[in-house]
């Protein structure tokens, strides 16, 4: 009785809610709602859209609205605009497109790369001599922490993540510990210079800071905050990070085998049906199946030499006739990634002195070079693009614009700001929870754009401040304190949208799971890290 009653209560949820939500969006154009249309009924609208998008975006099967985080997203948006928080025109301002056109173009980037076999190639490296999980974990942050640095980490966690959950099938290891590696320790390397995040960016460019100068005040902290990250991790995760039992490879082993003998049988059938039927077949019918069947047979002959054929000391033995076919072909795929990533480094750093004119173009131009090159229609590329991903972030952008104009967040840093001034050891950590707790509700680059020009101001009237360091400080918190919660950071939601969204590899990394590990985490290695800010 009581579960019947339970269902009838959802099913009757979502007409409710919606209702409710026509009914409160249409209020302000009756008379009594004209009336009553203060400033403080609109931050009262833009708390309560606000509070929605973000319920919808930590619990994506919400029971009373089990929409998803994309189509939550649009919900919050649309409430922003009917609620009259923010103009429509205003709203398809807020949405950042140099940010989306980034995370387009290396979308389009990973396919290519994984249609190249890159990623084959960085999973034998990343596995070389491996000691264990444990060895791996510490592998893939390092790998994160300074792809991050170099790419922004939002790009990071969009190639890598895809490539973390397929290592991880490969040793039968479980993802969560280091699906969560890679988007904290992304998060971690990205502060260390300033194109590794568009907060670091619009720092970096506020403050007037060089680029030798930002990296070499922030990266003893980074490295301090990787080395406490990786710890925490081995020490949350530790016993769930053995690689695959011997059983298990032997498993393997034997499957292996019997696939290729299987492929000798379909092989031996083949050349069977073509000896009868080449009675009945024109001359050029014989020469076409005569020709498909040499293909087939020669690749099964270096699977089988490569499965169990001859070995010498550096293993097994390859035909020179096979490396001389595919020779050039792979040499030109690692001279045009070498090209590609001095294209990019070299536009991303250019970036920094151009105030923002290099970055997401750059990305984008790498994307189309290896479009022109793959000589082919990209329909089936970019019908791999996670769209769903880019609808949530202009949702995002928007839901977060209309909640910063209610003004709570700017009150708020009003209210402490006689309290978090950098003059002393208490006024930093003081500072640096504020940022934090800010960068996890309106999000960390409308913080920085909100408090930067603030912090700046309060520690030049601050005797024993230094303005630098007050910048150096809050691109250091801003940044960690993404790892605080699942929201907390784009790139969280990226890991988690690409691995739940994966192919074949699907993993649901939740909001609960990501926080039990991130909060103790991110506070203890923000507190931490402190210290080495703007030591050298």
Known sequence: MAMSTWTSIKGCAPFAIWSLLAVFSAFPLLPIGRTLGSPEDKVIKGCIAFAIWWILAVFPTFPLLPIGRTAGSLVGAALMVLFGVIS???????????????????????????????????????????????????RVCLLAAISSALFTNDSTCVVLTGFVLKLCKEKNLDPKPFLIALACSSNIGSAATPIGNPQNL???????????????????????????????????????????????????SVQEKFNLANEDVNIASASFSFSNESSFLDDSDIEEKGRLLHVVQRNHSFNIECAGGERDNSGFRLSWKFLKEYRQQNVSKILFLLFFVTLWIGGGMLQVFEAGMGLAWTVITGALLLTVVD??????????????????????????????RTGVPAQFWRAVEPYSRI??????????????????????????????????????????????????????????????????????????????????????????????????????????????????
């Not at 002393?424 to 909100?450: D, Q, R």
């Not at 506070?523 to 890290?529: A, K, M, R, S, Y």
Request: with cysteine.
């Open 88 to 138: 429509p025109d205003d709203a398809f301002k807020a949405v950042d497109l140099s940010i989306l056109g980034l995370l387009f173009a290396t979308m389009v980037i990973s396919v290519y790369l994984e249609r190249y076999q890159m990623f084959d190639y960085l999973g034998k490296a990343l596995s070389w001599k491996t000691q264990g999980g444990t060895d791996l974990l510490c």
């Open 202 to 252: 619009v720092i970096a460019v506020s403050g007037k800071l060089g680029f030798v100068q930002f990296v070499a005040g922030i990266l003893p902290a980074v490295v301090v905050g990787l080395a406490l990250n990786m710890a925490g991790l081995l020490l949350v995760y530790g016993r769930s990070l053995s690689l695959k039992p011997k059983e298990q490879a032997i498993e393997d």
């Open 375 to 404: 000589f082919s229609d990209a329909t089936e590329t970019l019908d791999k693009v996670s769209y769903p991903i880019l609808v949530f972030f202009s949702g995002m952008f928007i839901t977060v614009e209309g909640f910063n």
């Open 423 to 536: 003059d002393s050891k208490g006024g930093e950590v003081i500072l640096s929870v504020v940022v934090t707790f800010l960068s996890n509700v309106a999000s960390n680059v409308p913080t920085v754009l909100l408090l930067g020009p603030k912090v700046a101001a309060s520690a030049v009237a601050t005797s024993g401040a230094s303005p630098d360091k007050a910048w150096l400080i809050l691109a250091w918190v801003s940044t960690v304190a993404g790892n605080l919660t699942l929201v907390g950071s784009a790139a969280n939601i990226i890991v988690c949208e690409k691995a739940r969204c994966e192919p074949e590899l699907s993993y649901d990394l939740t909001f609960w799971t990501h926080l039990k590990y991130g909060f103790l985490s991110t506070l203890i290695i923000i507190i931490v890290g402190l210290p080495w800010i703007d030591l050298l």
